[in-house]
């Protein structure tokens, strides 16, 4: 998507459809008075003929007016709210969805009247809202792909909301690099070939190692290990590093990604009816790499740290088996009751070597961890689980900033028993209740004391047949926004 930030007046021509954000059709202020006097008065007489009452999401279609070159008018409503940053970038996500196939070529957003920072948010809402992925598409006909190629933001300031966009066009860009990776398949993106695309990221100023399977071995990560042992694709352990506080020495945030690249279950096999939705386990560490591409982009004055275990889940003669016992990096010993519970067994090995290297702040690990999460909290919020209420707090702060909906969940002292092993020092599930809670148990495990939160994002990480306008149906890249804002807000400086 083109995007251009152009003057409040700039004209609007023939292939283009103009949108104006609107709170009450029957007082129209701004840009949608100018506009509608130049039709002629079609908006309102638009709006008294159908059901647009403002209310925010709605749009009404206004075509081919007199007295108006565009195409077409779009009345995008805003709600009754005071006009947020956030309700602009909703309003213009909408606007993008309502003209996207309608077969006019520019979407012109005029925003007359607004601040700077509001017409970088709309920018921000249609680069999130185009979202596609079509690069394995190659019979699509013209009439099915979007029509839209450009958006024009037309406000009173372009050259400070062109400034202001800076940011968000670099947090976009990584959120949309973060959903290419959810969503490619895992016979494209598999640990080696994850982690090459991670190395690319060292132009963005960042740090990137790579650890193969032999380097991991001599560090004990027999939990790691044990999970990608079943696939012909060797594991890999990616370490991602982004120095840019004043003190280089100071001491780093860390986050941690689950990246299964495919999880079929192991040995303990998933059935065949869905199991291609699997791709996307390696949700959480996409997440970890888009905050890590965000962070760099713009330059944070932070050092932080990402780490992605990348293995695939696969059955096979040399598979991990139920009730083998493995050693985990921290010498902890893990009976393996269940194969499909490899998340766990990765990020043990993951998170502990990232608090023996770096002594980090905090560590926040992100994973597509539980199906039990989707049934405690359904498909729009996270479950988040930590050891510390001020992280936890912060991390609360940044999910209402950014609207990436959390919801705190507990960690009970008296569930630890449900994951006791009878030959080793725990196991890998416990009983079907509880499921997102023993999981979270069972990693604290391999938590030594550092201020930690584990994000569950089974639940948001894949949103096929979304209605939000800025996550088209897949790939959500939720995390990303979040951990950005996080950091922004109470880990800069
Ligand atoms: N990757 C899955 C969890 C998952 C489920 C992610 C649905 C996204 C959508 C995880 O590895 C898994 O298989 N978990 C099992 C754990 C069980 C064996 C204790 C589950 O949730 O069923
Ligand atoms: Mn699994
Ligand atoms: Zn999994």
Not at 216 to 228: A, R, T, Y
Not at 475 to 487: I, K, N, Y
């Amino acid at each position: 998507m083109n995007i251009e930030f152009v003057a409040a007046d700039a004209a609007a021509a023939k292939g283009s459809a103009v949108a104006v954000l609107v709170t009450d059709p029957a007082k129209l202020t701004g840009p949608a008075a100018a506009l509608d006097a130049s039709a002629g008065g079609a908006i309102a007489r638009s709006a008294g003929v159908s059901r647009f009452t403002g209310a925010a999401g709605q749009t009404l279609e206004v075509l081919a007016p007199q007295g108006v070159a565009a195409d077409r008018l779009v009345v995008v409503g805003l709600g009754p709210d005071a006009v947020t940053d956030q309700a602009v970038e909703t309003a213009a996500a909408h606007a993008y969805q309502a003209v996207k196939a309608t077969g006019s070529e520019v979407l012109h957003l005029r925003l007359d009247g607004l601040s700077p920072s509001a017409a970088a948010s709309a920018a921000f809402g249609v680069r999130l809202a185009s979202y596609r992925f079509d690069r394995y598409r190659t019979t699509e006909k013209a009439d099915r792909k979007p029509s839209v190629q450009a958006t024009r933001i037309a406000c009173d300031d372009p050259a400070a909301a062109k400034a202001a966009y800076e940011r968000l066009s670099g947090l976009a860009d990584a959120i949309l690099f973060a959903r290419d990776l959810v969503t490619e398949p895992a016979n494209i993106l598999y640990p080696e070939s994850f982690a090459r695309r991670v190395k690319e990221l060292s132009r963005l100023g960042l740090e990137v190692e790579i650890l193969g399977e032999k380097e991991m071995e001599k560090l004990g990560m027999g939990s790691l290990l044990g999970v990608g042992q079943g696939s012909v694709r060797e594991s890999q352990l990616a370490v991602i590093q982004w120095k840019g506080a004043p003190d280089p020495d100071a001491q780093p945030v860390a986050f941690v990604g689950k990246g299964v690249c495919f999880d079929t279950g192991g040995i303990s096999i998933k059935p065949a009816e869905g199991m291609e939705e699997m791709v996307t386990d390696m949700g959480g560490a996409a997440a970890v790499t888009g905050t890590m591409y965000a962070l760099a982009s713009r330059k944070a004055k932070v050092n932080a740290v990402g780490i992605l275990g990348l293995v695939e889940n696969m059955p096979d003669g040399n598979a991990q088996r139920p009730g083998d016992v493995v050693k985990s990096m921290s010498g902890q010993t893990i009976e393996v009751i269940n194969t499909d519970a490899e998340g766990r067994l990765v990020l043990a090995d993951a998170l502990w070597y990232c608090q023996q290297r770096f002594n980090p702040k905090f560590m926040i690990d992100l994973a597509t961890l539980t199906g039990a999460i989707v049934v405690s909290l359904g498909k729009d919020l996270a479950g988040l689980f930590s050891n510390n209420d001020e992280l936890a707090d912060n991390l609360l702060a940044a999910s209402k900033a950014t609207g990436e909906p959390l919801w705190r969940m507990p960690l009970p002292a008296q569930y630890d028993k449900l994951i006791e092993s009878a030959v080793a020092d725990m196991k890998n599930i416990g009983p079907r209740y509880g499921g997102s809670i023993t999981a979270a148990l069972f990693i604290q495990k391999f938590v030594n004391g550092v201020p930690w939160a584990h994000l569950d994002i089974a639940s948001t990480a894949f949103k096929p047949g979304s209605t939000i306008p800025t996550i088209p149906s897949g790939a959500t890249g939720f995390g990303v926004r979040l951990l950005d804002q996080l950091v922004a807000d109470s880990y800069e400086g």
